[in-house]
């Protein structure tokens, strides 16, 4: 079973800027950039979420999703209430580097819990 890695966002080109780059770096991961409202606003779409999260699930895949700020945590938990019994993790890391350890794991064929702690410690990574 292969991690498929989502990215919410508030911002379409966010997510998709994200997705991306984290997928120069890892061509062979899929990654499914989910961002702004179906009106093309700043926000989060729960109906896309679920849409993705269901794309990944019915490909056989569990899926590592990770969010931006604080209200696509809330979406994402809205989502994934309603998804029972889906390998779905929200991952608890920062958007962007988290996203690149994400993509990467996943790339070489790790599990989800892998994909996750290694996203995870993204959080620690010093940068000056």
């Known amino acids: 079973m292969s991690v498929t890695v989502v990215l919410l966002s508030h911002s379409a080109a966010v997510a998709r800027g994200v997705a991306d780059l984290a997928g ?28 993705a999260v269901r794309q990944a699930v019915s490909a056989g895949d569990e899926v590592a999703l990770l969010v931006d700020l604080g209200s696509a945590v809330l979406t994402a938990k809205t989502v994934l209430a309603d998804l029972d019994d889906a390998p779905v993790a929200l991952v608890d890391a920062p958007f962007l580097e988290g996203a690149v350890a994400a993509v990467v794991t996943a790339s070489i064929g790790a599990g989800l819990a892998e994909v996750v702690a290694q996203a995870g410690l993204a959080r620690d990574l010093r940068k000056a």
């Open 24 to 51: 120069q770096m890892a061509p062979s991961a899929t990654v499914l950039a989910v961002g702004g409202t179906a009106d093309g606003r700043l926000g989060t779409d729960a109906d896309a979420l679920e849409r």
